[in-house]
């Protein structure tokens, strides 16, 4: 008799995450993007364009194939293959993409700048006292300039890491999994790359007009992940 295989929790999350992941892509595209139409990002107003020229099957075929993308280790293990059509879909949203770059047209995606960009200080004390203890504890970053904050719940710890980029008015944000003792599950998760739209969940040009909006929408998505951890990770 074979023996049900048994899953380290690095890898038991990587599946419930998957599928978990699945599911919000599916809820998004049946319902036209209601998360998504949100995040007033170059790389979202980008794929919603393209989602927008392909019909209701191939929205969901480049779906699958980009969440495989982006959750390949759990798509490996479960041993998931993408199909021809899946891939020729991703592969031909990657070159659209590309060429997007190359010829400019990706530019006007990007939201217009309402103002002048803040500056990290500006950004930094503007994050504190809008988010306060909503995504948890603040805990003090070993990365100059990055603010965490921890939700503890039941043997897991959810941080959220906010860093300001390079320029001014850029906010980037992520989320890591750990365990009791401090052992990381996993890092990077993000909204977009949970629904595997891009690797990463950023603003950029945030001036006082525009940087309420972000920190709502950064809310919910941190949110979102976080209320649905309990099941992730059990």
């Given at each position: 008799m074979a023996h049900a295989k048994t899953f380290s929790v690095k890898e038991r999350f990587a599946i419930?995450?998957?599928r978990w992941s699945q599911v919000c892509l599916e809820k998004e595209i049946d319902g036209d993007f209601p998360l998504l139409n949100e995040f007033e990002i170059g790389a979202t107003r980008?794929?919603?364009h393209i989602m927008d020229r392909l019909d209701s099957e191939k929205k969901h075929l480049l779906g699958k194939g980009l969440l495989k993308r982006a959750h390949s280790y759990a798509a490996d293990i479960l041993k998931i293959p993408t199909t021809t059509a899946e891939s020729d879909l991703v592969e031909w949203y990657l070159k659209q993409g590309k060429r997007s770059f190359?010829?400019?047209e990706r530019k006007r995606f990007?939201?217009?700048?309402?103002?002048?960009p803040?500056?990290?200080?500006?950004?930094r004390?503007?994050?504190l006292d809008f988010l306060g203890s909503q995504l948890g504890k603040q805990?003090?970053?070993?990365?100059?300039?990055f603010l965490n904050?921890?939700?503890v719940m039941l043997d897991v710890c959810v941080r959220t890491v906010i860093c300001f980029g390079g320029q001014r008015g850029d906010l980037i944000y992520h989320q890591e999994l750990l365990e009791a003792d401090g052992t990381r599950i996993t890092y990077g998760i993000s909204v977009l790359s949970w629904l595997g739209v891009s690797s990463q969940t950023g603003w950029e040009n945030l001036t006082e007009t525009s940087i309420e909006k972000a920190f709502k929408t950064l809310l919910v998505g941190c949110s979102t992940f976080i209320s649905a951890v309990p099941d992730l990770v059990h």
């Open positions: 419930n995450f998957f980008w794929f919603l190359e010829t400019g990007e939201p217009a700048i309402t103002g002048v803040l500056s990290k200080r500006q950004m004390a503007k994050t805990t003090k970053s070993n990365v100059p300039g904050f921890e939700c």
